[in-house]
């Protein structure tokens, strides 16, 4: 592991990890939000119901990792996570969708996003996380589901 991202590690364990929720289900961001703050180290910063509003939200607030839906009105989670991207290239964000294709997962990753899980699948939440705070790297859906194409 190189010398940055251990630091990184250690410096977010000092503190909250703070989380941005993108969606535009006010129902999902309230449980994923519970579901999050359940980590003792671990804060939602704020919470964004469209990708538009999610570049706001994230200048504003600079949240460690975003968690953003990929189908919401306006862009798409991929467009506002490239606008995101293109500004806070560092950002961790982790796309779910509950249409999990391994098109879209490839997409995502060629696009800088680390994660990707689907809202069928969301007991993986949590391993994604800390796998992108520990390691930086793409997480690719590895749930042993089948995906369609398209």
């Known amino acids: 592991m ?4 251990r630091q990184f ?8 990890i703070r989380f941005l929720i ?8 309230a449980s ?3 579901a999050l703050e359940e980590h003792a180290d ?13 570049v706001k939200q994230n200048r504003l607030l600079t949240p460690h990792v975003i968690i953003m839906d990929m ?3 306006y862009v798409t989670g991929i467009e506002a996570a490239c606008e995101i991207l293109r ?7 982790l796309l779910v969708t509950l249409y999990l294709t391994r098109q879209l997962e490839s997409e995502a990753g060629k696009r800088g996003i680390r994660a990707t899980v689907s809202k069928t699948a969301m007991h993986h939440l949590v391993g994604k996380i800390e796998t992108i705070l520990r390691d930086g ?4 859906s590895q749930t042993g589901e089948s995906h369609s194409s398209g």
């Open 2 to 5: 190189k010398p940055a991202i």
């Open 42 to 54: 671990w804060k939602v910063c704020g919470e964004a119901a469209n990708g538009v509003e999610s």
């Open 9 to 16: 590690i250690y410096l977010m364990r000092l503190m909250a």
């Open 22 to 29: 993108v969606d535009d289900s006010a129902v999902f961001r």
């Open 32 to 34: 994923l939000r519970t």
């Open 71 to 73: 189908s919401m009105p």
């Open 87 to 93: 500004e806070f290239p560092k950002v961790p964000i």
């Open 137 to 140: 790297e793409f997480a690719a």
